[in-house]
């Protein structure tokens, strides 16, 4: 099955969807069974998608569990509250007291916070590593080094990453391969193929797709999925089926959806380059992006978030240009139909590993549904703003 049809009918099992389109919001906590027998089989087949209690999940759950095992590969998939509880809870699936843990440097900020807070106080320690490190991931490499965590393309800054290579050195030593796969989608990037164990989404952005749902999911392959999925259930992880409910229906525009992202995104970004203002566009699918190459070997597609960096002589007042724009509305998340803008001004401050040489603020977007016109003019209003500022 190609792509569009696999999204169309992902997860939707006739065991499932019993005879309608969409899989039902089956609600429960406690499953009732009128036999001794009954409650046997259920409990032995506990972790096999029966049902037994709520918080192993209900048919509802397990669509969505099917759809994105489908979707990004791997043998099965756990769900969790969030993105970050995803991320938190597959790291934590795999480490003891005494372990380290190699961290890309560009991570998501709440994924590093993690590490900082909560790893260490658990005896466990981190080193934060270049993006671009490639084959020299092996000179940080412990003895006591048991995961690999790798984000790409990387927050804010987007650089992508040389995904093969960094696993197979990793695998070398013995360590798991986790990748945060947000920014793909489980649509756009094969990670199982590229030497990934553990490929984790925040399924709250472009799964779910319109900015109105918290859900985050991790997908192993068979050696690792047994722990990850009994750790899970062990740390009280579920989800809501109205919430899955939501994200099943994301799931079936998302190849639409992600089409028009980077179709809309890839015009905002070459128009952005050609503006004297913009010093230079962070895009996958730009030679300018760290990565570009890994990019163009990797991936299946591009979508609508990416960043640029402002010359510094032309910012006079950030939030002049931020202020009174009609589309892109400032806030955190992306992945949603609507238009967002971000600017973060000491990208230095974010990093510990890596330089970061550029003066000017970085203004990240993600590029909506709108028309694209609509949106170039309210980028050029904001030029102006931001020239004529005082
Ligand atoms: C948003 C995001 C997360 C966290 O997802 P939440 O559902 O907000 O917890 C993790 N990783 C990346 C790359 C993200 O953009």
Redesign the pocket.
Known sequence: MKKQTRIVNAGRSSKWTKGVVNPPVQRASTVVFDTVKEMKHATTHRANQVLFYGRRGTTTSFAFSDAMTELEGGAGCALYP????A?TNAILSFVKTGDHILMVDTA?E??RDFCDKMLTKLGITTTYYDPLIGKDIESLIQANTTVVFL?SPG?LTMEVQDIPTIAEVAHNHGCIVML?N??ASPINLKPFELGVDISIQ?A??YVVGHSDV???TATATSEYWPTLRESSYTMGQCTSPDDLYLALRGIRTLGVRMNQHEQNALKIAKWLSKREEVEIIFHPAFETCPGHEYFKRDFLGSNGLFSFVLKPQVVKNLTDFLDGMNHFKMGY??GGFESLIIAVQNVGALRTATDWTYEGPLVRLHVGLEDVNDLISDLEEGFERLKSAE
């Open positions: 969030s993105g970050t509880a991320i998501y709440p994924t984000e927050s945060d947000t920014w925040a709250t952005k918290m859900l985050g998340s992306w």
